[in-house]
C-alpha cells in the first residue's frame, strides 16, 4: 500500500487543521492505521491510532481530547482532526500502516509499521 499524507500548514496556537492519508494500491481497511509525528532534533512520536474496523481509537496522552483520528474506509482515506492546536504540536507528521496484530505496545512503537507515507509538516506559532 502507498500513502500519501496531507493538509499541514502554517497556523497560530489554538487553530483547527485536518490532516488527511489517502491510501492506494490497496484497501486501507487491510490495516491498522496511525499518526507519528518528528519534532527537530526528536524521535518519532506516537500519536494516534485506529483499528481495522475504523472503531477503535487510542491516542497519546498529549492530544488526548484534542485530536480525533478517523478513516473512511470506503474512501480509502485516513483523518487527523487537530483542534487546540499548541506550539509543542509542531512536528512533521506521518502516516502509517501496520499489518501485524495491533496490542497496546505494538500501535505505539513506530518500528511495528510497515509501510509510511512522506509526511507533512504542522507548525503552530504562538
Known amino acids: 500500500v502507498q500513502l500519501q499524507a496531507s493538509g499541514g500548514g502554517l497556523v497560530t496556537a489554538g487553530d483547527s487543521l485536518r490532516l488527511s492519508c489517502a491510501a492506494s494500491?490497496?484497501?486501507?481497511?487491510?490495516?491498522?492505521t496511525g499518526w507519528f509525528r518528528q519534532a527537530p532534533g526528536k524521535e518519532r512520536e506516537f500519536v494516534a491510532v485506529?483499528?481495522?474496523?475504523?472503531?477503535?481509537?487510542y491516542y497519546s496522552d498529549s492530544v488526548k481530547g484534542r485530536f480525533t483520528i478517523s478513516r473512511d474506509n470506503a474512501g480509502n482515506t485516513m483523518y487527523l482532526q487537530m483542534n487546540s492546536l499548541k506550539p509543542e504540536d509542531t512536528a512533521v507528521y506521518y502516516c502509517?500502516?501496520?499489518?501485524?496484530?495491533?496490542?497496546?505496545?505494538?500501535?505505539?512503537?513506530?518500528?511495528?509499521?510497515?509501510?509510511w507515507g512522506q509526511g507533512t509538516q504542522v507548525t503552530v506559532s504562538s
Open positions: 502509517a500502516a501496520m499489518t501485524r496484530l495491533m496490542t497496546m505496545t505494538t500501535m505505539r512503537a513506530a518500528g511495528s509499521y510497515d509501510y
Open positions: 485506529v483499528t481495522r474496523s475504523g472503531i477503535g481509537t
Open positions: 494500491g490497496r484497501t486501507l481497511s487491510s490495516y491498522t
